[in-house]
Nanobody, 124 residues
Framework: QVQLVESGGGLVQAGGSLRLSCLAS????????MGWFRQAPGKEREFVAA????????YYADSVKGRFTISRDNAKNTVYLQMNSLKPEETAVYCC?????????????????WGQGTQVTVSS
């Protein structure tokens, strides 16, 4: 069993930055692919970014490429999402997720464990 706890959300003005963190419990964190997803009110969950267990491969949604960076520190059981140049339409609950396969995926169905999420609000 893996528990994921996100932090770092909050209120930021358009164009601002936030850094989200996701702390995972368990000794096998280093084996998991990790992803970030977001869900705005009334909308479907949306893939944001993912990183392989080794950190040597990453995926991004086209909408965040060049502005968001996913990274991980396996010694700290933590994955990060640095978000720059935020836009009001990116207001959402951001969740991290872990998948136990050797691969990483843009599909939420591939992930086995989910955190509760952290609210990000971008004001215009």
């Amino acid at each position: 069993q893996v528990q994921l706890v996100e932090s770092g959300g909050g209120l930021v003005q358009a164009g601002g930055s936030l850094r989200l963190s996701c702390l995972a419990s368990g000794r096998t964190f280093a084996r998991y692919g990790m992803g970030w997803f977001r869900q705005a009110p009334g909308k479907e969950r949306e893939f944001v970014a993912a990183i392989r267990w080794s950190g040597d491969n990453t995926y991004y949604a086209d909408s965040v490429k060049g502005r968001f960076t996913i990274s991980r520190d396996n010694a700290k059981n933590t994955v990060y999402l640095q978000m720059n140049s935020l836009k009001p339409e990116e207001t959402a609950v951001y969740c991290c997720a872990a998948e136990t396969s050797p691969y990483i995926s843009r599909s939420s169905s591939a992930y086995d464990y989910w955190g509760q999420g952290t609210q990000v609000t971008v004001s215009s």
